[in-house]
């Protein structure tokens, strides 16, 4: 069984940066492709970034390719989630999630696991 903690959110001003963490247990991160998503408010769930089990990583746009930057370390079996830049509307939950898969298909991959999600508030 695979767990995912995050960790790293917090309350931050508008422009400053975050890093989330995402420790995984059970299974290898390099064995798996992983995600980010993100809930806000009164919001649905939201894809944000992905990584492939390749190491190659795709993003919900340009907007959010601009700021932030998803990367794991396979000694760690950590995902992470650097975010620059940060704005109000990147408010929200972060979740972690995971699928035993080769290649994530933003708005198709249904994960498998989920993560219990980390707060992040920016401030204007």
């Known amino acids: 069984q695979v767990q995912l903690v995050e960790s790293g959110g917090g309350l931050v001003q508008a422009g400053g940066s975050l890093r989330l963490s995402c420790a995984a247990s059970?299974?290898?991160?390099?064995?798996?492709?992983m995600a980010w998503f993100r809930q806000a408010p009164g919001k649905e769930r939201e894809f944000v970034a992905a990584?492939?089990?390749?190491?190659?990583?795709?993003y919900s746009g340009d907007t959010v390719k601009a700021r932030f930057t998803i990367s794991r370390d396979n000694d760690k079996n950590t995902l992470y989630l650097q975010m620059n830049s940060l704005k109000p509307e990147d408010t929200a939950v972060y979740y972690c999630?995971?699928?035993?898969?080769?290649?994530?298909?933003?708005?198709?991959?249904?994960?498998?696991?989920w993560g219990q999600g980390t707060q992040v508030t920016v401030s204007a």
């Open positions: 059970g299974r290898t991160v390099s064995s798996m492709a």
């Open positions: 990584i492939h089990r390749n190491g190659v990583s795709t």
């Open positions: 999630a995971a699928r035993l898969i080769l290649v994530w298909l933003p708005g198709r991959t249904i994960p498998d696991y």
